[in-house]
Structure formats: structure tokens, C-alpha cells
């Protein structure tokens, strides 16, 4: 067995309505009990309007639950964001930061993902903080120069904080933006020599504990790849997307990771 405990989160997106989630969240429950997976770390991230609906459901199970995002600011005028301070009173565990869809679609800089990494760390929210290079980046063969980037923002928010955040409470997710939802999932050799680089570079950005820093792998995970792509022994666990959706298949994922 890893000795970092896995960690499988699902990124359900901007999917589901309050039906469909009361679905999903009852045969999760239903699932994951019955399962009983305690070598897995468990959590959902649904969209915003749906956190309390979240805490509801899964406050009394094992299952954590977490944001897709978090303002780079503290409560105030800042139309249409949602603070740290804000996920902590729902009881999220977890945010998710940086995600490629945000740094694509929202034009999130580096500088902006490190200012939400911060607002996580000072709320103590544990932080899945995405990173990884587009197809034209792997192509021109800047994996690692892009890589490296991304890595030293977040390091630096991370070493930087008057009260760090504990190793545990701290997740890369390396998501190749060529593998998300398009269903080519990097190989297990091409996912571990992207972690074990992602790792040496927190060491050399001074996170003396990033040996105990999880490492997941994000981008076309399905039950079918999930076990190959668990056991590099970089590979920490997966945030998952499409596959995250399906209670039956989610919980495969989960399989995989707890015999990782
Ligand atoms: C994601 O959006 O974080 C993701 C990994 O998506 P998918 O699993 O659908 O590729």
C-alpha cells in the first residue's frame, strides 16, 4: 500500500439540478458504504448552488464534499464570486483551483490561481490545485517549462503562508488539458514522469513536506484505465470528471484506488 492515502474526487462541473443530484448523492452514499473503502479519501465538488445540498446529503458519511473554485479576494464588492470564508461556513473540506476550463475559458493567470491557493491556506481549506500543458505545449516539447510555472505559483502560496496548510490537505492534480473529457487518457508512464517532476519541483521550491503531498492524476479517468494509472507510485489518486457523473462508475474509480 501507498503511503499517501489516496484521494478520488469528482468534478461534476456545471451538471446536475437538484433531482438528478438527490439521485446521485443517495447511490453514492448507498455505494461507498456498502463498499467500505477506508483506504480511500472520498469527495464530490458539485457547483456552487448545490454545496448545501451536498452538506445535507453526505454530512453524516464519509464523503467530503468541496468547491470547483474560490475568489482570489476576501468577502466584499466582488460581484458574482464566492469566498473562502463563504465555503468554510457550508462546511466545504475541499476547493478546487485553476482547473484548465477557468485558465482557458476565464483567462485565470497563474498569478490569480496562487491568490486562491492563499485565500484556501489562511481559511484552512484544503486545496486540489490543477496544473498541466496543453497538446501544443506537449508537442513543442515545453511539458516541463509549462509545468514548472504553474508548480512555483502554487509553491510559493504554499510555503509562503504564516499557517501552512498541513501535507495532507494538499493535492496537485495533473491534468493534461489534451486528455480532459476528450477521452485519451495520458498513458500510466506519461501521468508518472509528469508527478514525479511536479514533486521534485515543490521539494526544490523549498515544500520540505512534499513527499506527503498527494499527487492526482486528471483527464479521461474511467473504470476501465483507473487501476493502471493508480498504481505508478506517483499517481495519488485521480480527479475525476466525466466518470464522477455515474455513481456505478465513480465507485469502480474508487475500487481502483483503494487496491492501488
Ligand atoms: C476534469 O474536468 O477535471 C476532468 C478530469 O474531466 P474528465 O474526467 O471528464 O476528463
Same mark, same amino acid.
Given at each position: 500500500m501507498k503511503a499517501r492515502k489516496p484521494l478520488v474526487a469528482g468534478n461534476w462541473k456545471m451538471n446536475g439540478d437538484i433531482v438528478s443530484n438527490e439521485h446521485l448523492f443517495t447511490a453514492l452514499r448507498a455505494s461507498l458504504e456498502r463498499a467500505s473503502l477506508p483506504q480511500v479519501e472520498v469527495a464530490v465538488c458539485p457547483p456552487y448552488p448545490y454545496l448545501g445540498q451536498a452538506a445535507a446529503w453526505l454530512g453524516d458519511t464519509g464523503i467530503a464534499w468541496g468547491a470547483q473554485d474560490v475568489s !482570489?479576494? @476576501?468577502? @466584499? !464588492?466582488?460581484?458574482?464570486d464566492v469566498s473562502a470564508a463563504m465555503l468554510v461556513d457550508l462546511g466545504c473540506r475541499w476547493s478546487i483551483v485553476g482547473h484548465s476550463e477557468r485558465r482557458q475559458l476565464a483567462g485565470e493567470t497563474d498569478d490569480q490561481v496562487a491568490a486562491k491557493v492563499s485565500m484556501c491556506v489562511a481559511h484552512g481549506i484544503g486545496v486540489i490545485a490543477c496544473l498541466g500543458e496543453t497538446l501544443e505545449e506537449r508537442e513543442a516539447g515545453t511539458t516541463e517549462t509549462v509545468l514548472g510555472r504553474q508548480v512555483d505559483a502554487i509553491a510559493a502560496s504554499l510555503v509562503g503562508a504564516a499557517q501552512p496548510l498541513p501535507a495532507e490537505r494538499i493535492v496537485l492534480a495533473y491534468e493534461p488539458v489534451w486528455a480532459i473529457g476528450t477521452g485519451r487518457t495520458a498513458s500510466p508512464e506519461t501521468a508518472q514522469a509528469a508527478h514525479r517532476f511536479v514533486r521534485e519541483r515543490l521539494v526544490a521550491r523549498g515544500l520540505h513536506d512534499a513527499a506527503a503531498v498527494r499527487i492526482v492524476y486528471g483527464g479521461s479517468v474511467k473504470a476501465g484505465n483507473a487501476a493502471s494509472l493508480f498504481a505508478?507510485?506517483?499517481?495519488?489518486g485521480g480527479l475525476i470528471g466525466g466518470a464522477s457523473l455515474v455513481a456505478d462508475d465513480f465507485l469502480e474509480i474508487c475500487r481502483a484506488a483503494a487496491v492501488a
Open positions: !482570489a479576494f @476576501g468577502n @466584499g !464588492a466582488y460581484t458574482g505508478m507510485p506517483d499517481v495519488d
